[in-house]
């Protein structure tokens, strides 16, 4: 008989104490049930890595909802459960536990929702991506700790492989490649021969995956700690041009994701950076192209979009003698993050130096007269309110007027009838 391997010291040294007595006692109230629970998935990798994860996964052989609802710990636990799919998540502190039913899955036709039927653990861990994702441990009390690993995970993480379970697994579902250069990346492995030559044949089935799937992966990848690392494993297998064929993963972008970071940008707003970033190559048009691909929601598509109109006036913006008032005129119209993305993206100190004008002075200055005001002096409402109160505004950004009194002066001097 095989030997068995035993990760109950992992568990006990690699997750906090009050998470491993509630795996515990998930294991003791599974087992009064009837059921059998077991960790899955990134958690068990990370502990044979010696990583924290906190974000666990249980699967249930049973009823998952029902365990789920026996052990939500306190008042303070938050318990969320979708009856429809079997699945409930806990939330408790800084760690969040999801539970599912064991299931397996087929797939009709590429790209397709699987169909899903309740199944054993061994079930569940064929239907995974990867060999490294595709372990688990009995948290049952009379084999608590015990890894299942049927596919080979163990040996593929002392190796650094990233391989599929079997060679149609690409095909079933294509994000697995976006996937599997996400782990290849983060983890410092490589993708195994076999495994890469699948991926290289299935790339076709990339189209085969929903827009918002693509932008999930896209996504995760963005959210990486060096996502670079990934665009450029990506665009040497052709896998970043599946989503616009303008797109490089290169070195140019890699030292502006570098700079977005130094800058102290974290979380969602690097993010989006970070995509800004990507899509800057892009020209007006295959901007559009990625923006309606991606389906990629309003703010985003701003970002994109101005930053595109951004680079087409980059000719414009490098000229050495721009008046305050031009330099503002050509930015004002452009949402923040992308006027951020434009300054680390541009390889002009000129354009850099105008664009902190604008951050840091130019868009606070606005003229003291409003529009009351010139109705006040005489001018009725209409297109030459609006022209007087544009050349204040020039006037007050150039440093023509620099008071009340100068530009009530100045608008007199211009419509001296109604004085
Ligand atoms: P991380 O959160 O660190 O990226 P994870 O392994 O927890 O890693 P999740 O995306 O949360 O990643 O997925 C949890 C598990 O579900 C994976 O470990 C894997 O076993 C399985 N899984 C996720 N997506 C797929 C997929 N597209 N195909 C097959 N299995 C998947």
Do not use: C
């Amino acid at each position: 008989m095989a030997e068995t391997t035993n990760l109950v010291g992992k568990i006990v040294t690699g997750l906090p104490e009050a998470l491993v007595s509630f795996l515990r006692q998930a294991g003791e109230v599974a087992a009064s049930q009837g059921q059998h629970v077991y960790l899955v998935g990134g958690a068990v990798r990370d502990l044979l890595l010696g990583e924290t994860h906190l974000d666990i996964d249980l699967v249930v052989e049973g009823d998952a909802v029902a365990l789920a609802r026996e052990l939500k710990p306190d008042a303070d636990a938050w318990l969320t459960i979708h009856s429809r799919f079997g699945t409930a998540k806990l939330k408790a502190g800084e760690w969040s536990i999801d539970f599912a039913t064991a299931r397996s899955e087929t797939y009709a036709r590429p790209g397709a929702l699987p169909k899903v039927q309740p199944g054993t653990i061994q079930d569940d861990l064929f239907r995974r991506d990867f060999t490294i994702n595709a372990m688990a441990v009995s948290l049952d009390p009379s084999r608590f700790g015990e890894l299942i690993d049927p596919h080979g995970g163990m040996d593929d993480l002392a190796r650094k492989h990233i391989r599929t379970l079997h060679e149609k697994s690409f095909i079933d579902d294509a994000t697995r490649i976006w996937r599997a250069i996400r782990y290849e990346q983060r983890l410092d492995f490589r993708i195994e021969s076999v495994t890469l030559r699948l991926l290289q044949r299935d790339i076709p089935m990339l189209v085969t995956i929903s827009s918002d799937r693509v932008r999930h992966e896209l996504e995760f990848v963005l959210k990486e700690k060096y996502p670079e690392k990934g665009l450029k494993r990506a665009g040497e297998l052709g896998v970043l041009q599946a989503v616009h064929p303008s797109l490089k993963g290169d070195g140019w972008l890699a030292a502006r994701f570098a700079r977005a970071r130094q800058i102290g940008l974290t979380g969602d707003s690097l993010a989006r950076i970070y995509l800004a970033l990507l899509a800057y190559p892009l020209a007006v048009a295959e901007a559009e192209q990625l923006i309606a691909y991606l389906r990629l929601p309003g703010t985003l598509a701003r970002i994109l979009r101005d930053l595109a109109d951004l680079r087409e006036k980059r000719k414009e913006l490098e000229h050495p003698e721009l008046a305050n008032s031009e330099v503002f005129f050509l930015l004002y119209s452009h949402v923040l993050p992308a006027l951020l993305a434009f300054k680390l993206a541009t390889g002009s100190k000129m354009v850099r130096q105008y664009i902190d004008l604008y951050l840091d002075k130019l868009r606070y200055i606005r003229p003291a007269l409003n529009g009351d005001d010139l109705r006040a002096m005489g001018i009725a409402p209409g297109p030459r309110l609006k022209d007087l109160l544009h050349r204040l505004h020039v006037a007050r950004l150039d440093g023509v007027v620099t008071s009340r009194q100068d530009e009530v002066e100045m608008v007199r001097r211009l419509v001296p009838l109604q004085t």
